[in-house]
């Protein structure tokens, strides 16, 4: 029998009902802490539900971020004494003195929920469309849920809402993923090995069961990692293998399908938080929910720094309050009539605010860029003559460099390529970076969402994932189906069509772009010792690497790779340039 944990008590002017259970249709239960105004009322809610660990104080579980965070933001610290401050959700005490509830679901298998732990699947989104249908209707409710969280806690955000629950009101996933298989477990048809290090470090560390063996909540007094004490081979039997699943499903099947919404069915009013620094995982989830969602009102945030720092800073509260305000309260702030989009333009010495109306900007001019491996040059001029350059594709790259720009440029929006290769081998991954170097030939580099040093963007293909759906391709976005292996014959020239993520700069006059193409991720070349997430320095791809050898044997993936540039094999870069006028 599952130990009952529930209390409420009254501290820092919010009433907390810790521990709170949600029984579910299966008979199972969740379990939620529950922070809300002492008077007694009916309030909008704010809820998030996930896998981290609601006991866990953010500086306990991630004290390098929190302490950067203070330093670097001091006003996270003033209206808050940060007591209940939760990796990654909302801070209650920002939000219970404006009106609002604020509910923290640990999901099923993780912290003080029982189960088994199965990231995104159809029993969690359902878990989650009950825990929102329960707090509709709770006396302390007003009937309308918002759900407002970061990174897991905001992609799970587009799956339930395409379930429309009844008393969802709002979603603001901040940084959170749509499409599982090309935002987060695949780049192009490549495993990225992010999950894989990210399970260990991150979930399985509050898996419920782990009980006394597990830390201590410092605001609850209670394990945040269940009341039961379980032994190594039930909580083994509770969790998958989250490095076989991913190997066993190379291609878009139902384990993906089932784990990927249909943003079309998406109804409710959103504010989507996209991060140009957010290669390799969020990024392109943020603008394509926005694009391809349902929603008759929806908005496109766009910001830089790290993964979670707008979230918390003023800027983004208030925003934050704005957006709920008037869909959860019915507060007539203007929201209404806010533009769509509200871009933070990336410049190289930091951002300027402006809003615009739709994706891809209106006044984007899609400008192809050649490639000429003679002169390893990008020019909008188109050559007659053929060229070829070779690298061997785990050690070595070639980069491509525009000339100085003659006057300031602004690049915004969707950016492809098109390259016509061949390989020594059966197969080839084709990893391209777009990077700018200043008048001296420096890198600059950009604080990332999960790395300080990263570049412009990313794009990657597996040469054998090539094969487009035609139905939802665009020029400036081609969309691979990857629902079958399509080898190479070693020699032949073949074309390839690679989505690279939306990026944002300001090129400054005398600023140089280069595009560099290799079969290995992107390293910026600076010196150790680098910053470190899971045991791995961060060197410009963050953890977001292409690294496990039994996805990409070295017999195949490490073969000679050849890039055709001019006459018929012209290869191009596509950059969306901003008409300034």
């Known amino acids: 029998m599952i130990p009952t944990l529930r209390k409420s008590e009254i501290l820092e002017g919010m ?14 239960l969740l379990r939620a802490d529950v922070f809300r105004p002492i008077d007694d009322g009916k309030y909008p809610v704010l809820m998030t539900h996930g896998p981290y660990a609601k006991g866990l104080h953010f500086e306990d579980g991630f004290p390098g971020p929190w302490a950067n965070l203070l330093r670097d933001h001091p006003e996270i610290a003033r209206g808050s004494t940060n007591r209940f401050a939760n990796w990654e959700t909302p801070d209650p005490e920002r939000w219970i003195p404006h009106g609002y509830v604020c509910v ?9 929920s029982p189960g088994v732990i ?18 509709g209707v709770q006396p302390w409710s007003n009937g309308k849920v918002g759900l407002l969280g970061i990174s897991y806690y905001a992609a799970n955000q587009w799956q339930v809402a395409a379930l429309r629950p009844p008393h969802l009101a709002a979603i603001a996933p901040f940084e959170g993923f749509t499409d599982y298989y090309r935002d987060l477990v695949r780049h192009g048809g490549m495993l990225s090995t992010f999950m894989i290090r990210w399970y260990p470090n991150q979930v399985l560390n509050v898996q419920y069961g782990l009980g006394t063996n597990g830390r201590v909540s410092r605001y609850a007094g209670t394990p945040i990692a269940g009341p039961e004490t379980l032994d190594e081979e039930t909580l083994a039997a509770n969790r998958i293998d989250i490095k076989a699943t991913l190997l066993e499903h190379p291609l878009i099947d139902d384990y993906f399908a089932e784990r990927t919404p249909d943003l079309s069915k998406i109804e409710v ?3 989507s938080w996209g991060n140009w620094g957010g290669m390799g995982v969020h990024l392109r989830g943020n603008i394509e929910g926005f694009v391809r969602s349902g929603s008759k009102q929806k908005w496109l945030e766009m910001h830089g720094l790290e993964h979670w720092t707008e979230f918390y800073t003023d800027y983004g509260l208030a925003l934050q309050k704005r957006f709920f305000d008037h869909f959860l309260k ?28 739709q994706w891809p900007l209106a006044r984007t001019q899609w400008v192809r860029h050649y490639l000429d ?11 007659a003559v053929s060229g070829a350059r070779e690298f061997r594709a785990m050690k070595e790259e070639l980069s491509f460099s525009t000339a100085p720009f003659a006057e300031q440029t602004e690049i915004t929006g969707p950016v492809a390529a098109k390259l016509f290769i061949s390989s020594s081998t059966t197969d080839a991954d084709l990893l391209l970076t777009l990077r700018l170097f200043d008048p001296q030939d420096k890198e600059v580099l950009f604080v990332g969402a999960v790395d300080p040093n990263v570049p412009l963007t990313q794009g990657w293909l597996r ?32 074309e390839l069509d690679i989505e690279i993520w939306p990026t944002c700069i300001v090129v400054p006059k005398g600023y140089r772009l280069k595009l560099t193409v290799s079969g290995h991720d992107f390293d910026h070349g600076l010196p150790e010792p680098m910053p470190q997430i899971y045991g791995v320095s961060q060197r410009g791809s963050s953890v977001m690497l292409h690294d496990e050898p039994l996805d990409r044997p070295a017999e195949i993936y490490g073969g000679t790779t050849t890039i055709y540039t001019g006459a018929e094999h012209s290869s191009y870069l596509l950059l969306p340039i901003i008409d300034g006028r």
């Open 118 to 135: 199965d990231f995104f699947s159809p029993r969690e989104t359902q878990d989650f469309y009950e825990c929102i249908e329960w707090a």
């Open 330 to 357: 019915g507060v007539d702030n203007g929201w209404d009539e806010q533009p769509p989009l509200l871009l933070q333009i990336r410049h190289v010495d930091g951002f300027k605010q402006r809003n615009e109306d």
């Open 373 to 383: 491996a003679d002169r390893l040059s990008i020019s909008a001029d188109r050559t």
């Open 104 to 112: 923290r679901v640990d999901s099923r298998g993780a912290g003080c």
């Open 463 to 494: 040469a054998s994932h090539r094969k487009l759906d035609a139905s939802r391709s665009l020029p400036w976005r081609p969309f691979h189906s990857h629902d079958e292996v399509q080898p190479l014959v070693p020699g032949d020239i073949y």
């Open 15 to 28: 009433r907390i009902d810790w521990d709170m259970e949600i029984p579910l249709s299966d008979g199972s």
């Open 269 to 271: 009013p959103l504010l």
